[in-house]
């Protein structure tokens, strides 16, 4: 008896026992598992399918819950609804027609809404956001209309005829969401077969849902807590405002969540603060000062090099010497290359770090080289190695590249420092063309503009409002940009109407070097390099509100690298994306791919076309393959200099153990 007790709670709590909407979260939680396993921009690993498949499955079951609740609460409160007794079939009946009645008004309320509301391309997040709401609350409420009709169907021949009893209690809404998720499984398996996909070929589905359940039970944890707190402030607000009891539960929910949020939010500035002490940190590999007067940080310059951070040593000290420029090219270098750095602890205002920078310039003699680029670097500071090294060996050195730091976190946790970026770069192009309108036009340089990801960004973006005219107005004779994150409006307003914004055909988009061949026209002097697999690019709020390009129909028709059985859907779509990113800058040292954001294989193609095409092909070749090896060079030396650096302290910590031994 006891074992068939236990049973039957088991069975219970797979939905028996629980409200229909209870069930219909359960269901939908179950079924948005198959379309987690649809493929995207990116190979996946197990951990980030279950990252993604326990995201998207508790948030399956958390937004129907939520949903419900509002549903339910504005349903009352228009028709002052009471709880009413389901000991009774009276009872069943009148709380079973409320339920689909207020359910199905939601549902018409829901359509009627996201139809008045068609996407277009310019909307406002805002307004694609309601459309999308009131789309995804009128479907869950049409589901619970149906569910809610079942159960009292149920319910009622149970009352009708005892023996029934067993038909209430078979478990329907996980085992049937199960099915729909097992059947969708199936079929995009199948069809990623016939397109020769293994983008998931390292995914294993079960431990995947394994890690799944343990990522949702921890959010369905958290959500327990936000249900304890909801009910807290429920109470509160019936005992103390009684005229907004019907509103009661909503004001629960709002105000637990804004607990939550001032938690995490408690939580990120903390993490920030460990990750900013991480970018400032002195590597083992770069903790003495570059030799080279035409670097920043060197005994001559006026910018220490206590001041470069992390990313700024590296800079100053991997830059090019003349010996090694002889060597590759097979001719002699024309001068030494200029590498200019400007950290955040240069200075603590825009205006005094834009002055030191060109006064570095000024002192190095940057004016005087052939090229002189200006380069805004992602997030942590990081300027590319192979870009820098590039251009100084097809120049023969004989250029010069000066950046500005904004943050020292990685690009993904310096959104927020993206309008100082924006800010440091206008005021440095400012200073930089400003001197060279002033040199006779004989001796200026050339003025050449380099960004990657959050890099690309902050500079493309002092443009914002301008068009592509304004380059040559500035004396920018071309530009490289990789990796293009979508929130850059610049390039949003170029893609949106490229005929107003570069009426000469001056800038194009393209996702190879063969692909520029073939589409530059002869005014093309700026480059916008978009890999189709990259997500970075793509990835916007805007993918929970409208279908992307990239997805269009028919499938056949989409860029290489997009997947042909994707389909679009607005949570799935934005999580499955964001874990995209998870694996789009995955690279190895020395080995060049072109994947995802990793644009090292791209990167000597576009230098030698757009800023040094003299060079010749054997040179190019030996660049490419002198690049390969430095970058391994240095990665090796990072990590010798680290497990060194370790090995001195556990040894110094033996000697201090040993100390205080003796003196006992």
Not at 91 to 117: K, P
Not at 238 to 258: C, D, E, F, K
Not at 383 to 393: I, K, T
Request: aromatic share 6%; net charge positive; charged share 20%.
């Amino acid at each position: 008896m006891k074992n068939s007790a236990v049973l039957r709670r088991a069975i219970g709590l797979l939905g028996p026992d629980r409200s229909v909407t209870e069930r219909v979260g359960m269901f939908a939680a179950a079924a948005v598992v198959g379309p987690t396993f649809e493929p995207g921009l990116q190979p996946r690993r197990t951990v980030h399918q279950a990252i993604a498949t326990g995201l998207l499955s508790t948030g399956a079951l958390l937004g129907v819950t939520l949903a419900q609740s509002m549903i339910e609460a504005a349903g009352r409160a228009i028709t002052r609804q009471r709880s009413v007794s389901a000991e009774s079939t009276s009872g069943v009946a009148t709380r079973v027609g409320f339920q689909i009645t207020v359910n199905s008004a939601a549902a018409l309320a829901g359509v009627l809404v996201a139809r008045s509301l068609p996407p277009h391309e310019d909307e406002s997040l805002r307004r694609g956001l309601v459309r999308t709401v009131a789309d995804r609350t009128g479907r869950v409420a049409q589901i619970t209309s149906v569910a809610t009709a079942l159960v009292g169907t149920g319910q009622y021949i149970e009352r009708r005829w005892p023996r029934a009893t067993w038909l209430n209690r078979v478990p329907v809404a996980i085992p049937m969401g199960t099915i729909i998720a097992a059947v969708h499984i199936s079929r995009v398996r199948r069809r990623m077969r016939s397109q020769n996909n293994t983008s998931l070929d390292g995914v294993s589905a079960l431990p995947s849902l394994g890690l799944a359940v343990i990522v949702g039970a921890s959010v369905w944890l958290l959500r327990l807590a936000e249900r304890t707190l909801a009910l807290g402030v429920t109470h509160a607000v019936r005992r103390v405002a009684p005229g907004l009891t019907p509103v009661a539960w909503p004001i629960g929910h709002l105000v637990s969540l804004a607990g939550f949020a001032v938690v995490v939010g408690v939580g990120y500035q903390y993490a920030i603060r460990q990750v900013e002490q991480g970018g400032s940190a002195i590597e083992p590999a770069y903790q003495d000062a570059p030799t080279s007067a035409f670097v920043s940080g060197s005994p001559t310059s006026s910018v220490t090099f206590a001041s470069l951070s992390r990313e700024g040593r590296r800079f100053a000290n991997m830059v090019l010497d003349r010996g090694e420029i002889d060597d590759v090219m097979g001719q002699q270098a024309l001068a030494d290359p200029i590498r200019v750095f400007i950290g955040l602890a240069a200075a603590t205002t825009v205006a005094d770090r834009v002055q030191s920078a060109l006064d570095e310039l000024v002192r190095t003699g940057a004016f005087d080289r052939s090229v002189l680029c200006i380069a805004s670097p992602t997030g942590s500071g990081y300027v590319n190695y192979v870009f820098s090294e590039a251009l100084e060996f097809f120049t023969l050195g004989d250029c010069a590249t000066v950046t500005m730091q904004y943050s020292l976190r990685p690009s993904s946790l310096s959104l927020d420092r993206a309008a100082t970026g924006i800010e440091q770069n206008t005021a440095l192009l400012h200073a930089v063309t400003g001197y060279v309108r002033g040199m006779p036009a004989e001796r200026r340089p050339r003025i050449v503009l380099f960004g990657e990801s959050l890099g690309a960004q902050t500079l493309l973006d002092t443009y914002h409002h301008r068009t592509v005219t304004a380059f040559d107005r500035d004396h920018i004779d071309a530009s490289l940009f990789l990796g293009t994150p979508a929130a850059t409006r610049f390039a949003r307003a170029w893609r949106v109407d490229p005929g107003r914004v570069d009426p000469q055909r001056a800038m194009i988009e393209v996702d190879s070097f063969i692909e520029y061949q073939t589409e530059a026209a002869p005014t093309t002097r700026h480059v916008l390099l978009t890999h189709h697999d990259d997500p970075i690019p793509v990835f916007t709020p805007r993918l929970l509100v409208r279908k992307p390009d990239w997805l269009v129909d028919p499938p056949e028709s989409r860029p290489p690298g997009v997947p042909r059985s994707t389909r679009w859907r607005p949570g799935t779509t934005f999580i499955l994306t964001g874990v995209d990113l998870l694996n789009a800058m995955e690279v190895v040292p020395g080995r060049f791919t072109r994947r995802g954001h990793d644009y090292r294989a791209d990167i000597p193609d576009f230098v030698r076309a757009l800023f040094a095409p003299q060079a010749r092909d054997d040179q190019f070749a030996a660049v490419c393959q002198r690049l390969r090896e430095r970058e391994m060079r240095w990665a090796r030396q990072r990590v010798v200099a680290e497990q060194l650096a370790r090995a001195r302290e556990a040894i110094e910590r033996e000697l201090q153990t040993w100390a205080v031994t003796s003196g006992r």
